[in-house]
C-alpha cells in the first residue's frame, strides 16, 4: 500500500519541566532487555494518557528510579501486547504481530555522556514516515509544537484515513467538511458533515463515513479548553495512483487530500 504524506521533519528545543510536579500515566512494562548502566525498556500505556508532558514525566521517573543508568532507551505504545511481544525487524505470522509496530507511538532516548535527551512522536506508529514524525528535545516546558498539530496542540494518534471500495467503484469524489470539538482530553467529539460532494449518493454517503470515522481516531495534546475545530477531507479519483496503493496528503489545519487510482 502506497502512503505519501508531503510533510517537513521538525527538531524543536523547548523549555524546562519540574519534574516532581509532574504526573506520569499508569503503565505497564513489557520487553525489558535492562542491564545494571543501561536501560531499554518497552512499556504499555492508555491511548488516553498519550499526552506530552506526561510521557516526559514518565521517561524521568524510569531514570530517577534507577540513577547508575548513563543511557535509557524508552519505546512507548498502547497495546499491552505489543509492549510485551514486539521485537524490531521481526518477521510477523499473524494479524496482530502485523499491527504491534502502528502502536508504537513514542520513542525516548537518553545519553548522559553525550548529553542528550528527547522524545520521539510517531502520529501513525512506527511503521509511519520519518517525515510526520517530530522529536522534541528534554527539557520541555509550556510552549511547543509538532509538525501535525491544530491549534497549537500536537497530533499524538491517528489513523490513515482510506477510500472506501463503494466510492471508489462508483467513480466517487469530492470534499468532505467536518466540524467538531476538541475536547480537554484531546479527543475530537461531535463530529459532524458540515458539506459534502462526490457523485452518486451511495458513493458520497461512503466518503462522508470514512471522514467521520477517521477523523474520530485522531487524537491530540490535552490542553484544559475546548476548542472548535473545522477540515476538509478532499477525495480525489486520479490516473497517477493505484487503487492498492493511495496517497494521503495532510495540510493541516485545513485539508487532508486523499488520492487513489481511477478505477478500470
Known amino acids: 500500500m502506497i502512503r505519501i504524506a508531503t510533510v517537513v521533519f521538525w527538531v524543536l528545543a523547548v523549555g524546562p519541566c519540574a519534574s516532581a510536579q509532574c504526573h506520569a500515566p499508569d503503565y505497564k512494562v513489557g520487553n525489558n532487555f535492562s542491564v545494571p548502566e543501561e536501560g531499554e525498556i518497552f512499556v504499555s500505556i492508555r ?5 506530552i508532558d506526561k510521557l516526559v ?29 514486539y521485537l524490531p525487524h521481526q518477521e510477523c505470522d499473524s494479524e496482530a504481530c ?7 507511538h513514542a520513542v525516548y532516548d537518553y545519553e548522559r555522556d553525550q548529553h542528550t535527551e528527547g522524545v520521539e512522536i510517531l502520529p501513525l506508529g ?31 494518534l491517528l489513523e490513515w484515513p ?40 451511495e458513493g458520497r454517503k461512503a466518503l462522508e463515513n470514512e471522514a467521520r470515522r477517521n477523523l474520530s481516531t485522531w487524537r491530540l495534546d490535552a490542553r ?11 477525495y480525489v479519483i486520479t490516473g497517477h495512483a493505484t487503487r492498492l496503493g493511495w496517497a494521503v496528503e495532510y495540510q ?12 478500470e
Open 224 to 234: 484544559p479548553h475546548e476548542d472548535p475545530v473545522r477540515i476538509t477531507y478532499s
Open 57 to 85: 514525566c514518565l521517561v524521568q521517573k524510569l531514570r530517577e528510579r534507577n540513577p547508575r543508568w548513563r543511557s535509557l532507551g524508552v519505546l512507548v505504545f498502547t497495546s499491552r501486547e505489543a509492549a510485551r511481544h
Open 162 to 201: 482510506g477510500y472506501p471500495d463503494a466510492a471508489w467503484k462508483a467513480k466517487a469524489s469530492g470534499m468532505v467538511v467536518l466540524t467538531g470539538i476538541i475536547g480537554r482530553d484531546g479527543r475530537i467529539r461531535r463530529i459532524r458533515a458540515e458539506a459534502s460532494g462526490g457523485g452518486a449518493s
Open 98 to 104: 502485523a499491527r504491534w509496530p502502528d502502536q508504537l
Open 126 to 156: 512506527g511503521g509511519g514516515p520519518e517525515s510526520l514524525k517530530t522529536t522534541l528535545r528534554i527539557p520541555i516546558g509550556s510552549e511547543y509544537h509538532c509538525h501535525l498539530e491544530m491549534d497549537g496542540r500536537c497530533l499524538l
Open 252 to 263: 493541516l489545519p485545513n485539508q487532508v487530500v486523499i488520492r487513489v487510482g481511477e478505477p
Open 47 to 51: 491511548p488516553g494518557d498519550l499526552a
